[in-house]
Nanobody, 128 residues
Framework: QVRLVESGGGSVQAGGSLRLSCAASGYTYGNSYMNWGWFRQPPGEAREGVAT????????YYADSVKGRFTISQDNAKNTLYLEMNSLKPEDTAMYYC???????????????????WGQGTQVTVSS
């Protein structure tokens, strides 16, 4: 099992930026093929995929709503996953979660139900 701890959330005005971090422990990057992802859940709505990554093949997925504004990345040395969020909009307001799953080499899962390990979440609030 992977332990995931998110940080970096906060309140910003529309057009602003935030960088979310997710520190992973109990697992070392490179030991297995993995998918890592960021998901979000607005109040009263279902959890949705924001961005996911398969570092082994350098493949990434972005939801249409965040393409061109958000960037997912990971730092092997620090065992940390990042989500750089620019040009934030009020509709980006949500609890953001990072997640992990073991995968086959060429797999990249994009839906929450495919992920096994979850962090506790970090709140992002964007005001207009």
């Amino acid at each position: 099992q992977v332990r995931l701890v998110e940080s970096g959330g906060g309140s910003v005005q529309a057009g602003g930026s935030l960088r979310l971090s997710c520190a992973a422990s109990g697992y070392t990057y490179g030991n297995s093929y993995m998918n890592w992802g960021w998901f979000r859940q607005p109040p009263g709505e279902a959890r949705e995929g924001v961005a996911t990554i398969n570092p082994s093949i350098g493949s990434a997925y972005y939801a249409d709503s965040v393409k061109g504004r958000f960037t997912i990345s990971q730092d092997n040395a620090k065992n940390t996953l990042y989500l750089e969020m620019n040009s934030l909009k009020p509709e980006d307001t949500a609890m953001y979660y990072c997640a992990a799953r073991r995968a086959l080499l060429y797999e990249l899962a994009t839906t929450p139900s495919a992920y096994n390990d979850w962090g506790q979440g970090t709140q992002v609030t964007v005001s207009s």
